[in-house]
């Protein structure tokens, strides 16, 4: 086979594999969209946000709780963890020593590997009493916040040791030649070439973030009602879905099906400010 053949049969090859990749999402936006039709049709759009409350054997869809809720406890976790995750893998970079630097990166795969259960688990047994002694009811949006945190943190962590790993070393010569200090050095050299790798990572902590369902669940009290202070107990859309879909049916398990399009349209708003993002960095 010539090199001009294999060449453009590797990269029929990629695009196909591309083409497959992104037409997977396609179907599964129509079955959502589907099902979710009848209660958009017979219920309408404006019951999802004006209804009185979420009790659908009542006739009343209002998804406004959840919705407020996903969005706390989701940018509540992420403010916690960019700072942390960002921090850790300065330290580990560029202050810490290599044999501790290197058991640090294999603690966050380990904390990145344990599912998610456990961490609800352990949210469940151990840091909801400990909230529950400051102000019960200690199932409460802090203890989903604390639990996000740590699940998501290995993810921000990993991709900015990974990011702040592949400044070109000749750019550490240069600032060592201008006797640059190495904080400056960090915030001047590091960042600017890391950045698009840190954005990554914290692209994929919140998207796991939005769509984490068990630990949430299990922490977070599941009472319908937008939280008013931190030691309230809230619910999310996932958890929703993953609480009443098992008996839910008609316009119920329709309207469900409705909150899996709201969590695909956040989805797809963040990668959409993403893109603006990445393009704003790379043309300025």
């Known amino acids: 086979m010539s090199p001009f053949l294999r060449d453009t049969l590797l990269v029929v090859t990629l695009r196909s594999f591309a083409i497959l990749c992104g037409a997977i999402v396609l179907p599964i936006v129509g079955f959502l969209f589907l099902e979710a039709y009848p209660a958009i049709e017979k219920i309408g759009w404006v019951s999802f946000w004006r209804d009185r409350s979420w009790n659908p054997t009542e006739g009343a869809y209002n998804l406004m709780p959840m919705l407020w809720g996903s969005l706390f406890v989701t940018a509540g976790s992420v403010l916690v963890a960019i700072p942390l995750g960002i921090g850790s893998a300065l330290f580990s970079q560029y202050y810490a020593p290599p044999i501790l630097a290197r058991l640090y990166r294999r603690l966050l795969e380990i904390l990145a590997g344990i599912p998610s259960v456990i961490y609800g688990l352990w949210g469940l047994v151990v840091l909801v009493p400990l909230i529950w002694q400051i102000e019960p009811p200690g199932t409460s949006l802090l203890a989903g916040i604390v639990i996000l945190t740590l699940m998501i943190l290995p993810t921000i962590a990993l991709s900015a040791d990974a990011s702040f ?83 839910a049916s008609e316009y119920h398990r329709s309207a469900l099906f409705v909150s899996g399009l709201l969590l695909m349209a956040a989805i797809a708003l963040l990668i959409f400010l993403a893109e603006i993002v990445n393009r704003r960095g790379i043309y300025e």
Not at 194 to 210: D, E, Q, T
Not at 233 to 242: G, K
Request: glycine fraction near 6%; charged fraction near 10%; include cysteine.
């Open 165 to 247: 790993s592949k400044v070109p070393f000749a750019y550490w010569q240069a600032t060592t030649a201008l006797a640059v200090t190495r904080w400056s050095a960090i915030w001047h050299v590091a960042f600017p070439v890391a950045k698009s790798g840190i954005f990554a990572g914290i692209l994929l902590a919140i998207g796991r973030a939005i769509g984490e369902t068990i630990a949430v669940l299990m922490v977070c009290g599941n009472v319908v009602e937008v939280p008013n202070s931190l030691f309230d107990p809230m619910r999310t859309l996932t958890a929703n879905i993953a609480l009443e879909m098992a008996y």
